[in-house]
């Protein structure tokens, strides 16, 4: 999540980067950019480059510094006054809150503790640079960069690497960053949590001797020996481990210095020397793991606690959840109320026994608690616990369960079991309180709804969150927003476009409309996804009316993409061009497609949202017949057999699914026969479909999902409903009894009667989306109302994770409007609404001029 957390430090509504921030301090002091230099800005990162020197090359051997906040400047100021003269190129962070949240507890271990980058022309001046700049920064401290080496005892480190932004894809089908291999082939360039040398290079002699001294550093002669990783994050690894004197089972905690920085500042050695402070004051009680040790290896410190056999609630609470099974019962949801309940009043308790030590937890959630088989309730992560006389805060907390600034000591945990007596019945829903606390009344509401809870013990969670006394008659503010499968279409429909324009910039150059971060990527602001183009698509589909001045804004820069933008149907110029087409802009729509065919676009990927599949139904759509046929051609050949993808998605196997997986081809087939009549192209979509569902698995509850191995999704994008929609268009030209069985399974999650998030791509949007004209989608739009909140006298929804409002199309009040029209809208005068190139499959195909080609090639 901790991109989502980065886009969240400039606004409290939306997700944004920091050029638009108002805080203090959200940018390091800049200075004027030198004669003959280039400079540039990303989200991240500020870039200067000489501009009158030869290039530098694509990759090599790059030098990063690593510094912590209080010697940022120091060392920006020393690279400055170093590089320029020189005429080397460089970047750093762009300010203090970057800095942070880089170095964050969540952050990345590949990446964290990077400040600055530099980049040497050659092997001789990267020495040179390390042996001078070693002695400029004398003093400088920063946390240890796991991906590179170090370069002595100070805050320079080294890797091999890309120069120039260059991608591939990856394993997995994902545009990735790349670096050439010895035969000049591009490859990822991984950035891993350890340093390595590729296969095709060498490392610099220079280099061997800090190599080594690297390598000397061992856990040999510890006393314990390590038997397996509990779990990582930034700030150290949490490790299973056995005493060697006593045979006792332990848990080592690490922390590496100036790494997993909380908002105070304090790094993982701080928070890990506070965290054995507290274990001491809470020794012998049963709600806190004893403490067995401290030590230090390196310069990493050690905890050492005991070792408590127990399963994090988090981990029983998506076992048992009831609402997320399609055979749930009322049976199931008095069993789970009863648990839960039980399982509510044992923590209560526990925290109890904390207060009564003086210690107030400041950081509860089901992660952090660990239920053991004989009834055991134990809190650990003591990090950011405070002590009750203090009245104060933590520094760290988990954003669904963090407590108002209104809230301090004992209050912070309260607030946190209110959270949690909430959030077992509606998992994550918490989290987006911060965005409108009043919220909480209506969650309660619903919980109360859906589960046989009592009454009393959500209102008095309710009126803690809140602030006020239980059952206390307060007047909202503002009345509330119409809510789905209460209000009808068209007072839904005003209310999501009131806020939609409430929250247009068209001042801006970068995006028309808040949204997802990936917005913030080149192109984003304008795509179908998450850009300008998918609200304006949602908004006349679902004929709440056109807009000539947002219009505007997208014509003014549809032609002008910016280096970097997507080609594809979802995240670039063709689904630009495919909306501007539907709203009368031919002429710039074909111009938009020219644009794209002066690219590499028979490179892409098959896959619908960016790739191959995408443009060749939108070369059908817009007249490009060549273009189509050739797009065509290049996902056949690409295809492969029903057996040559694996049967696990995910990781570093190829993604299932409408939007990443082969069910996009799949669709690009079936538009192509039901234009050629061509029974090949009809084979081809079958066994497209074949892969995608060699992908899925079969939940507990009979239904059908994409198997990612740590998880099953149902969703739109990557899920079993995408699938759905393209094997019901597939069965309307080709009875397949095992097929037809599968499609039931498809969309058998759909009696699930939960979704975390409200979006259209990941979200119970989706869902209604796809299962449009099924009586379960009526039961879906009701239900969006739990994510449904009130913005600027309308209506809106949260985007990905949460933590903010969006507008766009993918994740956002766009998409979820659009899932609305494709129920609502079926009065008088009103347009079917479907995703686009998914309307309903013609009763027969009608062969054209494309008959010939195709049938030749699927023939062959």
């Known amino acids: ?61 790059k030098i990063h510094v690593s510094a912590r906040a209080d010697d940022a400047e120091r ?38 503790g990077k400040l600055v980058t530099i980049y040497p022309r050659d092997e001789g001046q990267l020495e040179l640079v390390l042996k001078e700049l070693h002695e400029l920064l004398r003093g400088v401290s920063g946390p240890y960069i796991l991906s590179d080496l170090r370069y002595g005892d100070g805050p320079l480190f080294v890797r091999y690497g890309g120069f120039a932004e260059r991608h591939c894809l990856s394993a997995s089908g994902e545009r990735v960053l790349a670096i050439e291999d010895g035969g000049g082939r591009l490859v990822p360039d991984v950035r891993g949590a350890t340093f390595t040398v590729p296969a095709w290079t060498t490392l610099p002699g220079f280099l061997e001797p800090h190599l080594a001294a690297r390598n000397a550093v061992t856990t040999t002669g510890l006393p314990y020996t390590i038997e397996n990783v509990l779990h990582f994050s930034n700030g150290g690894g949490v490790y299973l481990a056995r005493d ?30 506070h965290e054995r402070d507290i274990l001491e004051r809470l ?3 049963a709600a806190a793991p004893g403490l067995r040790g401290y030590f230090t290896l390196g310069e990493h410190h050690f905890l050492v606690q005991e070792f408590v056999d127990g399963t994090p609630l988090q981990r029983r609470l998506v076992h048992r959840y009831p609402l997320t099974r399609a055979t749930c019962t009322d049976a199931d949801l008095a069993e789970y109320t009863r648990w839960a309940l039980d399982t509510l009043d044992k923590v209560e308790r526990a925290v109890g026994e904390l207060h009564g030590r003086g210690v107030v937890f400041g950081d509860l959630h089901p992660d952090n608690i660990l239920l053991t088989d004989d009834g055991r309730v ?29 809230r301090q000591g004992a209050d912070v945990d309260r607030y946190a079991l209110a959270c949690l007596r909430l959030g077992l019945f509606a998992p994550q829903c918490t989290i987006m309180l911060p965005l409108h606390r009043p919220k909480v009344a209506h969650l309660g509401e619903l919980v109360t709804d859906a589960f046989p809870v009592p009454r009393e013990s959500v209102a008095g969670a309710v009126a803690t969150i809140l602030g006020t006394e239980p059952d206390s008659a307060t007047e909202p503010e503002t009345p509330p927003p119409p809510m789905p499968g209460a209000a009808p279409w068209p007072e839904l429909r005003a209310a999501m476009v009131k806020a939609i324009r409430a929250s247009a910039t068209p001042e801006r150059d970068d995006r028309l409309f808040p949204g997802d971060v990936a917005q913030f990527k080149p ?38 993409p910016a280096s970097g933008s997507g080609l594809g149907l979802y995240d670039g110029l063709h689904g630009i061009a495919y909306v501007l087409d539907r709203l009368g802009h031919r002429q710039t729509a074909l111009d938009a497609v020219a644009i794209s065919l002066r690219e590499n676009w028979e490179n892409l990927e098959p896959a619908l949202h960016s790739g191959l599949s995408g443009l060749g139904l939108n070369f059908f759509h817009l007249g490009f017949p060549d273009e189509a046929r050739r797009a065509v051609e290049l996902c056949a050949d690409r295809l492969g057999g029903p057996g040559d993808v694996p049967e696990l998605s995910g990781g570093s196997n190829p993604r299932a699914g409408l939007m990443y997986g082969s069910s996009g081809p799949a669709l690009l087939f079936l538009h192509a026969y039901e234009r050629t009549g061509d029974p090949a192209l009809l084979d081809l979509a079958g066994t497209a479909l074949r892969q995608d569902l060699r992908r899925c698995r079969r939940a507990e509850d009979g239904s059908l999902q994409v198997n990612q191995g740590w998880r099953l999704l149902p969703y739109l994008d990557e899920g079993s409903v995408g699938i759905a929609l393209v094997l019901a268009r597939y069965l309307a030209h080709r009875h397949d009894d095992e097929l037809a069985g599968e499609l039931a399974a498809l969309r058998l999650v759909a009696r699930s009667g939960f979704f975390v998030q409200s979006g259209l791509f990941t979200g119970r949007a989706g869902i209604v989306a796809a299962l449009a004209g099924d009586p379960l989608a009526d039961v879906h739009l009701r239900a969006l109302s739990w994510h449904a909140l009130p913005h600027a006298g ?22 979820v409007l659009f899932a609305l029209g494709t129920v609502l809208s079926t009065g008088p005068g009103e347009r079917t609404v479907r995703l686009p190139f998914l309307e309903a499959a013609p009763e027969r195909p009608v062969p054209d001029e494309l008959r010939k080609e195709v049938q030749s090639h699927g023939s062959s």
Request: proline letters at 7%; glycine letters at 10%; charged letters at 20%.
């Open 523 to 560: 192109g984003g602001g304008l795509n179908l996804a998450t850009g300008a183009a998918g609200v304006l698509y949602a908004l006349d589909a679902t004929g709440a009316g056109r807009f000539p001045e947002y219009e505007e804004w997208l014509l003014a820069r549809a032609l002008r």
């Open 75 to 112: 060392a920006i100021a020393a690279v400055w006054d170093y590089c320029v003269p020189r005429g080397i190129a460089f970047k750093f962070l762009r300010g203090a809150p970057v800095l942070i949240m880089m170095n964050s507890k969540a952050a990345s271990r590949a990446s964290s």
């Open 794 to 815: 309308g209506l809106a929804f949260p985007g990905d994770q949460l933590l903010r409002l969006s507008m766009d199309f993918a994740t956002g009040t766009a998409g």
């Open 1 to 61: 999540m901790d991109q989502y957390e980065l886009y969240c430090l400039a606004d409290p509504l939306f997700y944004d980067n920091l050029d638009h921030s108002t805080a203090d301090g959200a940018e390091f002091p800049s200075r004027p950019v030198p004669e003959g230099w280039f400079h540039d800005k990303t989200d991240t990162w500020c870039y200067y480059a000489p501009t009158g020197e030869p290039p530098l090359p694509a990759q090599g051997w």
């Open 244 to 273: 060697g004197h006593t045979g006792e089972r332990v848990v080592l905690k690490e922390a590496r210095p100036h790494a997993g920085l909380d908002a105070a500042g304090r790094d993982a050695v701080a928070r890990l020397e």
């Open 283 to 285: 020794a012998g009680l």
């Open 378 to 406: 134990v809190l650990i992560d003591y990090e950011v616990a405070t002590l009750t006389g203090d009245g104060a805060r933590a520094a760290l907390a988990h954003p669904a369960f963090a407590a108002p600034p209104d």
